[in-house]
């Protein structure tokens, strides 16, 4: 429930009416703020954005005149990203796509609780083209990386592109590989997990592999081992498919998931007296999942030359790998 203070300029002020006397506050919030549907006002009404008298009341409340109703209206939903000034680190860049290397605690584009600092609030601020396919609120965007998950993603300058990269995602001729930090490490030098992904039973923020259910898609990826350490390991992984959260799943399947990857590990962050064992060693090195989108191999959408683009691991990745040599060897 939301904290109401009503000195905030957002909230606005109606006085009951002698002939709304009686009157079902939903239906007073209807005629009064015609712009948003009965729905979204019994929401804001129960979340504690209307008050009635400076109290909280329900939607079958029936009024008395004179009474005082103030409403915080819900923000709206942007119908495009607003062009933001924030660095893009470009990788490559010409007039029908640009490849970006994302940061991580970056979002892709737009969505409830995140309308700014997106990847394309970024693309529109930088960018005067951008494809359309996507619609309004996804300009470029032809496919996606996780909040937390950092890389090399492509971006579509023009339809065209778009269609031609799109194609090609889903013939599965794309091949990505990504870095990953997992723990333990897999009792295997390399192995193949094909399991399919479906929708989480329970949490609907986390999908989850589910043989023989109406939501499930194949899935499919390889992994191998690039280095070792206790109760650690850097693994190259290459999906060959590209379900949500595909590769955090497979890990964790398989008993090795991705170091701090909170959906599927519990754990959110370590500090460098978990590789130390130093207890007073307090420094938090890595506070988002340990994955990286390395690098990305595809066709260009309009010479159709075969091109490899690589995303170099970002600072938190390199000193937790740093920090496990030097303590976990």
């Known amino acids: 429930m939301k904290e109401h203070n009503i000195s905030d300029p957002l909230w606005q002020q109606v006085v009951v009416d002698s002939t709304e006397h009686?009157?079902?506050l939903d239906s007073f919030l209807v005629e009064h703020f015609g712009g948003f549907s009965r729905v979204k006002l019994q929401r804001a009404i129960a979340d504690g954005s209307v008050l009635v008298d400076d109290q909280k009341a329900k939607s079958s409340l029936r009024l008395k005149a004179d009474q005082t109703?103030?409403?915080?209206?819900?923000?709206?939903?942007?119908?495009?990203?607003?062009?933001?000034?924030i660095a893009l680190d470009i990788l490559y860049e010409d007039e029908h796509f640009v490849a970006i290397n994302k940061p991580p605690n970056m979002v892709v584009h737009p969505a409830?609780?995140?309308?700014?600092?997106?990847?394309?609030?970024?693309?529109?601020?930088?960018?005067?083209?951008?494809?359309?396919?996507?619609?309004p609120t996804r300009p470029g965007i032809v496919h996606r990386l996780d909040r937390d998950t950092s890389g090399v993603i492509l971006v579509a300058r023009t339809d065209h592109a778009?269609?031609?990269?799109?194609?090609?995602?889903?013939?599965?001729?794309?091949?990505?590989?990504?870095?990953?930090?997992?723990?333990?490490?897999?009792?295997?030098?390399?192995?193949?997990?094909?399991?399919?992904?479906?929708?989480?039973?329970?949490?609907?923020e986390k999908k989850a592999i589910r043989e023989n259910?109406?939501?499930?898609?194949?899935?499919?990826?390889?992994?191998?081992?690039?280095?070792r350490f206790q109760g650690f390991a850097t693994v190259l992984v290459k999906p060959k498919t590209g379900r949500t959260h595909q590769i955090r799943i497979h890990m964790a399947h398989v008993g090795c998931p991705v170091l701090c990857d909170k959906l599927y590990s519990g754990r959110a962050e370590v500090a460098m007296k978990?590789?130390?064992?130093?207890?007073?060693?307090?420094?938090?090195?890595?506070n988002r999942q340990a994955l990286h989108a390395r690098s990305i191999e595809f066709d260009h959408p309009v010479t159709r030359e075969r091109m490899t683009i690589?995303?170099?691991?970002?600072?938190?990745?390199?000193?937790?790998?740093?920090?496990?040599?030097?303590?976990?060897?």
């Open 22 to 24: 009686g009157q079902r």
């Open 162 to 204: 778009h269609s031609a990269l799109a194609a090609q995602f889903e013939a599965r001729t794309v091949n990505k590989q990504y870095l990953a930090i997992v723990t333990p490490a897999p009792d295997r030098d390399r192995d193949q997990i094909d399991k399919p992904i479906g929708d989480h039973p329970y949490q609907r």
């Open 213 to 227: 259910h109406s939501s499930s898609r194949n899935a499919v990826s390889f992994y191998e081992v690039m280095e």
């Open 69 to 85: 109703v103030r409403f915080c209206p819900p923000q709206r939903t942007p119908e495009a990203p607003i062009p933001e000034a």
């Open 274 to 286: 978990d590789f130390s064992r130093v207890p007073t060693d307090d420094e938090v090195i890595l």
């Open 310 to 329: 690589e995303a170099p691991s970002p600072d938190d990745i390199n000193a937790t790998v740093a920090a496990l040599r030097e303590h976990r060897k």
């Open 112 to 135: 409830k609780g995140h309308w700014a600092g997106t990847l394309t609030s970024a693309l529109a601020y930088h960018f005067e083209t951008l494809s359309t396919i996507g619609g």
